[in-house]
C-alpha cells in the first residue's frame, strides 16, 4: 500500500514545494505510518505508530489528526513571526496530542499500550520550527551537507549514541505515554534552495545521509525525491513501514 500527498504553495510570499510518500515496505502486512503535508498552514508532519492489532496504525493517524486540528488558520496567524510563541504552541500541541491518546488507549482495552513516534516541522519566515518524539527524524540539506536536525529517542540511541543494535527499537519518549521529558524542539534557519526531510525509521535505517544527501540533490522535485527515497529503502530489503516528507524552502 502506497499512500501520497502533494501540493504547492505560491503567490506573494515565497514559495513551498512539497510532497509526501508512505509505503509499506517489503516486510509488514500493514502501514502504521502517517504524514500530513498541508503548505497552507506551512505544516508538515510524520508519525510511525507502535502497538499491535492495528492500533498502531490508530495512533498515529490520531496524532496526526491532533496537530492539525490545533494549528488552526487564527492560531498559526497569532504565533507569525513569534518565535517563542510558535515555540509554545508547539509543545503544547504535543502535550495535548499526548493526552488525547492516551485517554482514548485507556477507554478502549483494543487499543490499550498504543503510541506513536512523531515530528512535526513548522515554515515561518525563512526560519523551520521542528518538535519531535521517538525516532522519527527531520533532517536539513542546505546544497552542501545533509544535516540529521533531531535526536532518537530510543534506548540504544540513549546508551551510546549509536543507532544500531539491540534496544534501537525501543522508544524512551513517544505519544502515548506521559512525558518524562518535553519533547525536543529546534529552530533552524533556512537559506534560499534549503531542503526539509522528515522520515520515519524505515528510510533512515535502510539508507544512508550519502544516499539521502544525493537522492536529494539529484532529484528535480519532491516528489521525485520521495519516489527515489522510498524505493531505495525497498531496494536495501524494506524492513519496515517507509514515509518520507521533503520540503523545498
Known amino acids: 500500500m502506497v499512500r501520497f500527498f502533494k501540493k504547492i504553495f505560491g503567490g506573494a510570499q515565497p514559495s513551498i514545494a512539497c510532497f509526501g510518500r508512505t509505503d509499506t515496505g517489503r516486510v509488514r502486512s500493514n502501514n502504521e505510518d502517517n504524514f500530513a503535508a498541508l503548505v497552507e498552514k506551512k505544516l508538515f508532519i510524520v508519525a510511525d505508530g507502535m502497538g499491535g492489532h492495528q492500533a498502531g496504525e490508530v495512533a498515529s493517524r490520531m496524532a496526526v489528526e491532533c496537530l492539525i486540528e490545533f494549528f488552526t488558520a487564527d492560531k498559526l496567524r497569532k504565533i507569525k513571526e513569534n518565535p517563542a510563541a510558535i515555540q509554545y504552541e508547539l509543545l503544547s500541541a504535543f502535550i495535548k496530542t499526548n493526552h ?35 525516532d522519527v527524524r527531520a533532517y536539513l540539506d542546505d546544497g552542501y551537507v545533509l544535516q540529521q536536525l533531531t535526536t532518537d529517542h530510543s534506548l540504544v540511541a540513549g546508551l551510546s549514541g549509536t543507532e544500531n543494535g539491540i534496544g534501537r527499537n525501543i522508544i524512551t519518549r513517544g505519544i502515548g505515554f506521559p512525558f518524562a521529558e518535553d519533547p525536543e524542539f529546534h529552530r533552524v534557519a533556512l537559506t534560499p534552495g534549503s531542503k526539509i526531510l522528515l522520515c520515519s525509521d524505515g528510510l533512515w535505517s535502510m539508507t544512508s545521509d550519502e544516499e539521502m544527501h544525493s537522492i536529494l540533490e539529484r532529484a528535480d522535485s519532491p516528489e521525485e525525491a520521495c519516489d527515489n527515497l522510498v524505493s531505495k529503502a525497498n531496494e536495501a530489503g524494506g524492513r519496515d513501514n517507509i514515509t518520507a516528507v521533503v520540503i523545498y524552502c
Do not use: K, Q, W
Open 100 to 134: 488525547t491518546v492516551m485517554e482514548v488507549a485507556a477507554n478502549n482495552p483494543d487499543l490499550f499500550g498504543m503510541g506513536s513516534t512523531l515530528v512535526a516541522c513548522l515554515v515561518d519566515e525563512g526560519f523551520a520550527y521542528i518538535c519531535h518524539v521517538g
